[in-house]
T-cell receptor
Framework: DTGVSQDPRHKITKRGQNVTFRCDPISEHNRLYWYRQTLGQGPEFLTYFQNEAQLEKSRLLSDRFSAERPKGSFSTLEIQRTEQGDSAMYLC??????????????FGPGTRLTVL | QKEVEQDPGPLSVPEGAIVSLNCTYSNSAFQYFMWYRQYSRKGPELLMYTYSSGNKEDGRFTAQVDKSSKYISLFIRDSQPSDSATYLCAMSAENAGNNRKLIWGLGTSLAVNP
């Protein structure tokens, strides 16, 4: 399978703990996006990478959130000191030189986070 | 006012019906229009992609963009129970630089009953 993959698929954690999610984009895609989605809502943009550079970060993203894409391939999203309000589906998408167009974003299956 | 408006439904139709899903938007800079399908507890899956105005057909699915009215539609012909999902519209602006950040509708929940 050459689609976007995310790990883990589910994460249950206690409030105050740190969590880290991983995203592997479609190979040759140079753009990578992180979104958060809660029930009944569309995905909410969190941050965007072009290659290894983080070019945009949502103003809604608190300092407890950090994302990296060290070699321009996979990316990690870390949430420190988790809060119950962080419970959501975290989606990763990639776009680039393959696909319907260079702008088309392809999504992974998501990581569902539950903070108790 | 949200940049993209989409009726969340739910929409319930019998098998074989024609389904019409719609979004309206306010930003005239939007040039790229997409429809995604999302099954419960899964990531969104690209269904249709349209650049600028016009129609696009792919099997049972037809996407329409009317930029003068700032209105996009997705039609599903001969709907099947397997079409039951949430349909999200998404769009982005041509002048967004290298960041094609998508602006999303809330999604419309569709149930096709056998």
């Amino acid at each position: 399978d050459t689609g976007v993959s995310q790990d883990p698929r589910h994460k249950i954690t206690k409030r105050g703990q740190n969590v880290t999610f991983r995203c592997d984009p479609i190979s040759e895609h140079n753009r990578l996006y992180w979104y958060r989605q809660t029930l009944g809502q569309g995905p909410e943009f969190l941050t965007y990478f072009q290659n290894e550079a983080q070019l945009e970060k949502s103003r809604l993203l608190s300092d407890r959130f950090s994302a990296e894409r060290p070699k321009g391939s996979f990316s990690t999203l870390e949430i420190q000191r988790t809060e119950q309000g962080d419970s959501a589906m975290y989606l990763c998408a990639s776009s680039g030189r393959t696909g319907v167009s260079t702008d088309t974003q392809y999504f992974g299956p998501g990581t569902r986070l539950t903070v108790l | 006012q949200k940049e993209v408006e989409q009726d969340p439904g739910p929409l319930s139709v019998p098998e074989g019906a024609i389904v019409s899903l719609n979004c309206t938007y306010s930003n005239s800079a939007f040039q790229y229009f997409m429809w995604y399908r999302q099954y419960s507890r899964k990531g969104p899956e690209l269904l249709m992609y349209t650049y600028s105005s016009g129609n696009k057909e792919d099997g049972r699915f037809t996407a329409q963009v009317d930029k003068s009215s700032k209105y996009i539609s997705l039609f599903i012909r001969d709907s099947q129970p397997s079409d039951s999902a949430t349909y999200l519209c998404a769009m982005s602006a041509e002048n967004a630089g290298n960041n094609r950040k998508l602006i999303w509708g809330l999604g419309t929940s569709l149930a096709v009953n056998p």
